[in-house]
């Protein structure tokens, strides 16, 4: 995310602007909601944003139901801000971004693009967040940390969907009457954000126009014991290593150095690379890099008797065959999709050691997974929710009797008052792939994931993208795309290309027609180069010429390898 540098509101000759900019704070918006709006202010702002000067726009902030919970007895409300340039600057269009984690930031309206490194803003676009219906003074300790507001219906409602339409709402509004001109809308997303963006398809298809959605946790409550599972495996397996933690529990960081997860990325790479037309360290054709392929090379790497560095323990290997394995229940039934094998496997940026194992020097484990199952599991998921103290969270993850859950997430996650709404199981579930409503409207669906992406994985929206394509066939394709980023983590990171223009693609699709085949990315670091992101199934075939140019490769066709 980019941070402001600074800011100052303009004095002076604003052409009627802060006039104007004020009157939204009188707009009836209120009314127009049928919800309580308290508004923090309205101004013309300047400023700068990581060394580049903004344009002049109208800032507002506001609270959309501020409220006192009947439950916690804390003040929640949905928080938003918005920020319209300047007529001389605005380019007619509205974005809305989506969130991350389990949202509770206090929004800016100034984030950055996933895959992209500007903000909406200083490309023209009137822009807005919400952080979701809580916040950081929601949080407690001893209710889970930062995810207590799950104790609270009304906190469930806003983050599973509510928050994100009143937001929509309340931004196209308030633009209208700033503009007062007709303007195209778009949704960008990542990871939450991107399970938003499904959202907005799905059940408020006449928002926008145009939708991208990146690696989207719209099965999240499945996933979330498809963690837990992974880390009771590593547990294990640090174990069977004698890897204690200071604190007591398995040191899961210490399972795989870095040095290990090369070998298994080298492992990978000679079963899998050459199969785009190049051996690049990418594995850009995923459906031909089969667990069969992956596994017997792995095993050529396999250590004969002590541990060595360049050798990896039979059950090291097992471990990682089991964490890219499916996941199902004590039924047999599948809970979550496996993974994809991939390169950046290596990556420690937003990848499977930040994800999985956590900072191998570190005294004992900072995983992600490790330290943010249990909360959603026991007081999001969970209804009602199962207070804890936050220090618990690892313990609790590491028993958590994932097996024991059903495989329909309407019934492993219900609601205590039986309203849908207030399901994780049902309202967090957003895998419908009943669009007609968002096609008959002309909207365009973008979605993109990252073949290394260690949390949720390449499957699950690939699998998404097959039931449209049951659903439309060859239709799809007129209103929903989707792209693979061969060596990229959740959301950015990896050895990869993460860096591409996915909003100026939404846009000519939407305002041009011209649908995507292929959308250009780079990589900037440890090397700069371009790969070209084909539409699926195609994947870039390398056909000749300089390697470090999307050009030189091409789109192809592939079938998958079992």
């Known amino acids: 995310m980019g941070a402001p540098a600074a800011f100052a509101p303009l004095s002076g000759d604003t052409g009627g602007a802060d006039t104007r900019c004020e009157a939204l704070l009188q707009s009836g918006l209120s009314d127009t909601l049928g919800t309580p709006v308290a508004f923090d202010g309205a101004r013309i702002e300047s400023g700068e944003w990581e060394g580049q000067a903004l344009p002049r726009h109208c800032r507002i902030e506001g609270r959309l139901n501020p409220r006192t919970s009947p439950v916690d007895g804390r003040e929640y409300a949905v928080a938003f801000v918005l920020r319209l340039p300047l007529e001389d600057v605005w380019n007619g269009r509205f974005v809305q971004l989506g969130g991350g984690g389990s949202n509770g930031a206090t929004p800016t309206a100034l984030d950055t693009l996933f895959a992209s ?3 909406p803003l200083l490309r023209g676009f009137a822009v807005i967040d919400t952080d979701g219906g809580h916040n950081a003074s929601n949080a407690d300790p001893q209710a889970g940390g930062s995810a207590a507001f799950g104790r609270d219906p009304q906190a469930r409602r806003d983050h599973f969907f509510n928050a994100y339409d009143m937001v929509a709402r309340t931004g196209k509004f308030l633009a209208g009457q700033f503009y007062d001109a007709p303007m195209r809308s778009y949704f960008m997303g990542c990871s939450e954000g991107g399970r938003e963006a499904l959202l907005m398809a799905q059940r408020f298809p006449e928002h926008f126009d145009g939708i991208a959605s990146g690696a989207p946790q719209f099965l999240q409550p499945m996933q979330s014991l498809s963690s837990v599972r992974g880390l009771q495996i590593l547990a294990k397996e640090a174990r069977a290593q004698g890897l204690m933690a200071p604190d007591g529990l398995p040191a899961i960081h210490k399972v795989f150095s870095d040095g290990d997860l090369l070998l298994a990325a080298n492992a990978i790479a000679a079963a899998c690379d050459g199969a785009d037309g190049l051996v690049d360290g990418l594995v850009s054709n995923f459906r031909q890099c089969s667990n069969t392929q992956v596994m017997a090379r792995l095993r050529a790497r396999e250590c004969t008797g002590d541990k060595r560095a360049n050798c990896l323990l039979p059950s090291q290997i ?15 039934e599948p809970i979550y999709v496996g993974y994809p094998w991939d390169t950046g496997i290596t990556a420690k940026s937003a990848g499977f050691r930040a994800w999985w194992l956590g900072d191998y020097a570190k005294p004992a484990s900072n995983s992600i997974r490790l330290h943010f199952s249990s909360n959603m599991l026991r007081m999001v998921w969970s209804d009602p929710a199962e207070p804890f103290a936050l220090d618990q969270g690892p313990s609790i993850a590491l028993a958590y009797p994932y097996a024991l859950r059903p495989a329909n997430p ?5 609601a205590r008052s039986g309203d849908p709404d207030e399901a994780a199981g049902v309202a967090m579930i957003n895998d419908d792939p009943d669009l007609d409503a968002f096609r008959a409207r002309s909207g365009k669906l973008l979605l993109w994931a990252g073949a290394a992406d260690a949390t949720h994985s390449l499957y699950q929206t690939q699998g998404y993208v097959e039931r449209l394509t049951e659903r439309y066939g060859a ?10 980023a061969p060596g990229v983590g959740h959301c950015r990171g990896g050895p990869g290309p993460d860096q591409a223009d996915l909003l100026g693609a939404l846009v000519d699709w939407v305002e041009q027609g011209t649908a995507p085949d292929a959308i250009v990315a780079r990589a900037v670091a440890p090397q700069s180069y371009a790969r070209p992101l084909c539409s699926y199934p195609a994947y870039a075939h390398y056909r000749g010429g300089p390697v470090d140019e999307a050009s030189s490769f091409s789109c192809t066709l592939a079938e998958p390898t079992s």
């Open 117 to 119: 490194n500007t903000t």
């Open 318 to 332: 097992e471990t990682l065959e089991a964490l890219h394995a499916p996941v199902r229940n004590a039924a047999g």
């Open 410 to 414: 309407a019934v492993a996650w219900p």
């Open 475 to 484: 239709q799809r394709d007129t209103f929903a795309r989707f792209f693979v």
